[in-house]
């Protein structure tokens, strides 16, 4: 007994020492590295190697960053250093807003700095040593100081390219390039939204650094630039920091909620409601529901409205879940018959395996299920007609309205689409929304129409749209979204402008959100 027991204490020290390299193994197989987090975040617009050119960097404009070159528009560093540390983590957490760069701020902090560090290693920057610049005091926004920065903008020229209305349509504005050579659109001051964030000291930031690879200059040197004392400075620069923000045409609505910890709560209401309630019943119904605010980004950029805000409401009860966008728009655009009209629309877009992966459609690893209302769509459900022709075109001549003719010469004998089971090619619409399946960008594929399960309804009272999607919580498809109280789900959510020619690609998203029922 004396022996066993001897030989048995190594032997069980040598089990224990073998469980807790196995365990440390498993930890650190699932802590995900700053390479894999690049990979399944970052690669397809900013490429394998860091240069910019990403598989889905042609869908993307201004165009993704060249992370070799060490240069970053949004940095806290004097001109001519690069950025530090946190200047990068706060791009990567926020997002910029107005870009296709979207916010990461779902990702934990140290996955933030796992890809940081990768994000380094693509160029000899060296920034170990550099610091931010510091910020004084800020000046009160007075008459005088207002007045001052107004003269300061005109002075220095920043109404050249921004306008004399802060509207982005100076002389100058359509002949701006970045340091690729790619047309550059001026911001749009009277939106209130910056790349570099939104506060009077990020202002500061962007004036005194200015915004590396664009043609936006520093001015750190004002008293300089303008004969002033350099004791007067701080006092020049808060004043066209001030002024700047006194352009602001405000449009927040003040009933909405921003966004708090990433996650859209829906909330649970009376089990005897039924989708047409939903879609169609009182508008107080959806009063008792919260209204977060969410910010979307053109991933293309046009002249104007490439950042604006969404407004989502949730609400669900033991059978449906109901979810409702509603976003200014100003024109209908509804008509898609003829080549010249693009529509308005709009889309959700679920994680089906609860991954956060890439927030453009998805991947082959971690399809999206997407609810798609389309105007034209709602149209024809509307009028119930086959086609928007007949209101585009409303007293044209059709062969297969000649009755003489033979049936098999009948301009609806020959319809591909529609014999081949494709939902766009349905004479018919009873519902303006169409679910699909992606897999990444041109990955999209329509459910069969046994298979259309979302119903839905928008309506334009002439300065917005509303649209409500419902749907089931269940579904026995695999390919397709369920939901359940309290785990959460990825959320995400586009539109388009068709007086904006959006179509395709051409639109606005969001990053992703968790949606929650909650009761």
Same mark, same amino acid.
């Given at each position: ?37 690049? %990979? ?8 394998? &190697?860091?240069?910019? $050119? ?54 934990? =902090? ?8 990768? #994000? ?43 306008? &004399? ?19 550059? #659109? ?54 066209? *920091?001030?002024? *700047? ?10 009933? $909405?909620?921003?966004?708090? =910890? ?8 009376? &089990? ?23 910010? #979307? +980004? ?88 086959? +086609? ?21 010469? =009948? ?10 089971? &494709?939902? %766009? +090619? ?8 169409? =679910? ?33 999607? *419902? ?5 026995? +498809? ?42």
């Amino acid at each position: 007994m004396e022996k066993t027991s001897n030989y048995s204490i190594p032997f069980l020290l040598l089990l224990v020492s073998v469980f807790l390299t196995l365990e440390a193994f498993t930890l650190k197989k699932d802590v995900r590295s700053g390479e894999v987090l690049y %990979n399944q975040y970052c690669a397809s617009c900013h490429g394998d &190697n860091g240069g910019g $050119s990403g598989d889905l960097a042609y869908l993307l404009y201004p165009k993704p960053r060249d992370f070799t070159s060490g240069k970053y528009k949004i940095k806290s560093s004097p001109p001519g250093l690069p950025p530090t540390d946190d200047d990068i983590i706060k791009t990567i957490k926020q997002g910029m807003p107005g870009t296709a760069m979207p916010a990461f701020n779902f990702l934990h =902090n140290d996955e933030i700095i796992r890809l940081t560090d990768e #994000v380094k290693k693509f160029s000899s920057m060296n920034n170990q040593y550099v610091k931010s610049i510091t910020i004084p005091t800020e000046l009160p926004a007075t008459n005088e100081i207002i007045t001052l920065g107004k003269n300061i903008y005109i002075e220095v020229g920043c109404n050249m390219c921004h306008g &004399n209305t802060g509207k982005g349509d100076g002389p100058s504005a359509q002949k701006l390039v970045d340091s690729k050579g790619y047309p550059i #659109v001026p911001k749009d001051f009277t939106a209130g939204n910056y790349i570099g964030g939104n506060t009077k000291r990020d202002l500061f930031l962007r004036f005194a650094t200015g915004i590396d690879g664009t043609p936006m200059p520093s001015y750190g040197n004002l008293a300089e630039v303008l004969g002033k004392p350099k004791e007067d400075e701080n006092k020049l620069t808060w004043a066209l *920091v001030h002024y *700047v923000k006194s352009l602001e045409v405000k449009k927040y609505d003040r009933i $909405s909620k921003p966004i708090e =910890n990433n996650k859209i709560i829906s909330s649970k209401t009376k &089990n005897v409601i039924d989708p047409e309630e939903f879609i169609y019943g009182s508008t107080s119904l959806w009063d008792n529901a919260e209204i977060y605010s969410i910010p #979307v +980004s053109r991933l293309w950029q046009s002249e104007s409205a490439n950042y604006q805000t969404i407004n989502v409401r949730a609400m669900y009860n033991s059978k449906y879940i109901a979810i409702k966008m509603d976003w200014e728009d100003q024109t209908i655009d509804e008509g898609l018959y003829r080549v010249q009209d693009f529509q308005d629309a709009a889309a959700i877009q679920f994680s089906i395996d609860a991954v956060k992966g890439f927030h453009g459609m998805g991947s082959e690893d971690h399809p999206t299920d997407i609810w798609f209302w389309k105007a034209e769509w709602q149209l024809r459900t509307n009028k119930k007609t086959e +086609s928007d022709i007949a209101l585009a075109y409303a007293n044209r001549v059709s062969d297969s309205e000649i009755e003489t003719y033979p049936k098999l010469m =009948n301009d609806m004998a020959y319809l591909s689409g529609r014999d081949a089971g &494709n939902i %766009n +090619s349905t004479a018919n619409k009873t519902s303006p929304v169409e =679910n699909v399946m992606s897999k990444g960008p041109q990955t999209v594929m329509s459910f069969p129409n046994s298979e259309q399960k979302v119903a839905g309804n928008g309506i334009w009272n002439g300065k917005k749209w509303q649209v409500v999607f *419902v749907r089931k919580l269940k579904s026995k +498809s695999e390919q397709k979204v369920k939901f359940t109280k309290h785990k959460p789900i990825p959320i995400a959510f586009a539109i388009w402008n068709g007086v904006k020619e959006d179509r395709n690609g051409q639109k606005l998203v969001s990053t992703w959100y968790e949606l929650e029922l909650k009761n």
